[in-house]
């Protein structure tokens, strides 16, 4: 009895001393996986570009919502591509034939498809202020087909979801967009959502994130 009574406490110390062991082993990989990694391309200011670089940073302060965050950090390792992008933004954004309200919703349809929390924190309010209504928004938030689209919104939509699925759209497709949108409006379509497939690469390149600040619009993805 007593030889039992020994090797219970011995296999009782055992477990103990595992428990302990696995739970520092537990807590130290936890800490380790707390402590935030470093971001692939540290941030850059303006101090670091020549100046003709910061010539177009202060272009870009002046209408982006995140500074020289998010695509801009990255496109600026490249200056002549930086500066090239820029331009069509420039176009994309304010110049285009598209409503404000059609061609912000490409937008974010893109951010949606790619989960993007930088193209969908920036331009989400923009298309609600441009007049998208905000159900719409919502219901391709939530990754459904947004429900009481206006026809040309509901065009808008599967020209850019099919484009980006099946890289291609069929005649029946092209004609009530061309119907619905004219021709250029058509091509300035598949312009603004073809760039924001790039920004949103660019982004996910480089790990970039809404600021820190604010609460993510998706769930965070961990990093591979």
């Not at 202060?58 to 820029?86: C, H, T």
């Not at 061609?103 to 989960?115: P, S, V």
Request: charged share 20%.
């Amino acid at each position: 009895m007593k030889n039992v009574q020994r090797y219970s406490f011995k296999g009782i110390t055992r477990v103990v001393a595992s428990f302990i062991f696995g739970s520092l082993v537990s807590t130290s990989v936890l800490a380790q996986s707390a402590t935030p990694l470093p971001k692939r391309f540290p941030q850059i200011t303006v101090d670091q570009l020549d100046p003709d670089g910061q010539k177009l940073a202060q272009e870009i302060i002046k209408i982006s919502s995140v500074g020289l965050a998010g695509p801009y950090n990255i496109m600026l390792r490249s200056p002549v591509f930086a500066d090239r992008m820029k331009r069509l933004l420039d176009y994309l954004r304010f110049n285009t034939s598209l409503p404000t309200r059609l061609n912000e919703f490409a937008i974010i349809i893109q951010g949606r498809l790619w989960t993007s929390q930088v193209e969908w924190y920036a331009h989400y309010p923009l298309a609600i202020k441009a007049g998208l209504p905000q159900e719409v928004a919502d219901d391709l938030k939530a990754n459904i087909r947004p429900r009481n689209m206006k026809p040309d919104e509901a065009v808008v939509y599967d020209v850019c979801m099919e484009m980006s699925k099946n890289h291609q759209i069929s005649d029946e497709l092209f004609n009530q967009a061309k119907s619905i949108l004219g021709e250029q409006q058509l091509v300035d379509l598949i312009a603004v959502t073809g760039t924001y497939v790039t920004i949103a690469m660019l982004l996910s390149l480089g790990e970039e994130s809404s600021p820190a600040d604010k609460p993510l619009p998706f769930p965070e993805k961990p990093r591979r």
